[in-house]
């Protein structure tokens, strides 16, 4: 390689090589499991909206696992998604204040997700209302979740699937 071509290779490289080796971003991971079953759901789609503008999708493995990358800034919406179960979504805020040092650390979040059958008949409001609420928390360094919301929702869930399993 000559040695112009080489120098450009290696100047280009020390101008993005930093941007490339920082975080800047919240590794989320998880498993989908089938809610009768309880059985790992493989090829379940993992789509992720920032401020209601769509970006990556993976796909969950054989043992209904997936991790997926969302960068530290917006609010995101992650939703989950089978040809034969009512999708689930949950919500992520990036969008508090986040400090140089926390935002060159390693984050990760778990969210094991459960999907109910689509021959449920679930309320339309229920089947499109996030399952759970997470933000950073500048106080605590921390992302954490909305406790009394998600045991809120779980609560109506658990009620309309019990209902639907009557009728």
């Known amino acids: 390689m000559p040695n112009a071509l080489r120098r450009i290779l290696t100047i280009a490289l020390l101008a993005v090589g930093p941007a490339l080796c920082a975080q800047e971003h919240l590794l989320v991971f998880g498993i989908v499991k089938d809610l009768d079953s309880g059985g790992m759901m493989q090829n379940v789609r993992v789509r992720v909206f920032t401020d209601g503008l769509e970006g990556d999708s993976v796909f969950t493995d054989p043992l209904g696992r997936y991790q997926i990358g969302l ?97």
Do not use: C
């Open 71 to 167: 960068p530290l800034r917006g609010v995101h919406v992650i939703e989950y998604n089978s040809a034969l179960h009512h999708p689930k979504v949950v919500e992520v805020s990036t969008d508090n204040d986040m400090d140089a040092l926390d935002r060159e650390q390693e984050w990760g979040m778990r969210i094991d997700i459960t999907l109910a059958s689509a021959f449920l008949e679930l309320p339309e409001d229920l089947v499109t209302m996030p399952a759970g609420k997470a933000a950073w928390i500048p106080e605590r360094h921390a992302f954490e979740w909305d406790g009394p919301y998600t045991e809120r929702y779980l609560f109506q869930f658990r009620k309309a699937v019990k209902a639907a399993k009557r009728d």
